[in-house]
């Protein structure tokens, strides 16, 4: 029809096959425009990456080499898309290639931020990768980066996970020096190592410590200490926890009462099972019309 398609109209199409996730064929008429002599939006190939990297399964395209064909049609990536690029590899399992995108920005002249190292942390220790992971960590903090809650929490669970506890313990030290406080989760993740590692006494001391802060335990970290108390046989101490979370009105999965019902039945303390049924069904009864009135 010798009609020149203008670079709006390609702009358009471009957006309409990226939004219905046919992004192999938006980056194809992307090549085509700039054979047609204009020049690759920088908007638009942002755009293709963003949606590739949420098309990513529908295409079941490799999200690095897409990059790279976007680059030969002349795209420089800005930190937002670097930063899409390393969460969907991390999200992927991807760790490792997320960490040589990190490499990639710095190489461009442009300075992660503490999201994407965080981004990078995770990864690399859901891959059990800790030999990178401690590297990543010192890195940020020699380009002057200040790690924000995630990174401490993503730092102490990378100790806990290597058997470092005392590390994770010291940086619980650092973290209120440097003006970042716990929270619950952070104590949480060196609780559960401590009870793993049957340090119960430890484990005494860092409920203590939470407790002189104002950190209290909720349901779920309840859970998690009454087992850890119950799998390194101190009963009585999984017996103490249950009742004071019913003191404080907390709900807990039944599995809890029974796991200690049974436990004390197996220690040939029946007559305790029935004494610790009777106190605690009533604190439950108790519990249960408070919650309802």
């Known amino acids: 029809m010798n009609i020149r398609i203008e670079e ?9 096959l990226c939004k219905i996730g046919s992004v192999s064929q938006a980056l194809e008429l992307s090549k085509y ?13 942002s755009l293709m990456l963003a949606a590739m990297c949420n098309h990513m399964d529908d295409n079941n395209g490799e999200v690095l080499g897409f990059l790279e064909d976007l680059k030969l049609l002349g795209f420089e990536p800005r930190m937002v898309d670097y930063f899409n690029l390393i969460r ?20 461009n002249g442009l300075t992660p931020d503490i ?11 859901f891959e059990r990768d800790f030999s990178r992971a401690d590297k990543v960590f010192d890195e940020l903090l020699l380009l002057g980066l200040i790690p924000d ?31 970042c406080a716990p929270r619950l989760s952070t104590y949480v993740t060196i609780l559960k190592a401590l009870c793993e590692a049957g340090e119960l006494d430890r484990v005494r001391e860092v409920m203590n410590r939470m407790r002189k802060k104002g950190v209290n335990l909720d349901s779920e970290s309840y859970e998690i200490m009454i087992h850890g108390f119950i799998n390194n046989c101190d009963i009585y101490e999984a017996c103490s926890l249950l ?19 049974c436990r004390l039945c197996k220690m040939g303390l029946s007559f305790d099972a029935i004494a610790f049924v009777n106190e605690v069904g009533f604190k439950a009864y108790r519990s249960c019309n408070t919650r309802h009135q």
């Open 33 to 45: 425009m700039v054979e047609e002599g204009f020049s690759a939006d920088q908007k638009i190939c």
């Open 8 to 16: 709006s109209t390609y702009g358009i199409l471009i957006r309409a």
């Open 115 to 125: 999201m994407c190292y965080n981004l990078i942390l995770s990864g690399l220790i």
């Open 149 to 179: 809650i995630h990174t401490y929490n993503l730092y102490i669970n990378c100790s806990c996970m290597q058997n470092k506890i005392d590390d994770g313990i010291k940086m619980l030290g650092s973290m209120e020096e440097l003006g």
């Open 243 to 261: 009742n004071e979370t019913l003191d404080d009105d907390y709900f807990l999965h039944p599995t809890s009462l029974d796991r200690i019902i």
């Open 88 to 107: 969907v590899l991390v999200n992927k399992g991807k760790g490792v290639d997320a960490l040589g995108v990190l490499k990639q920005m710095k190489l």
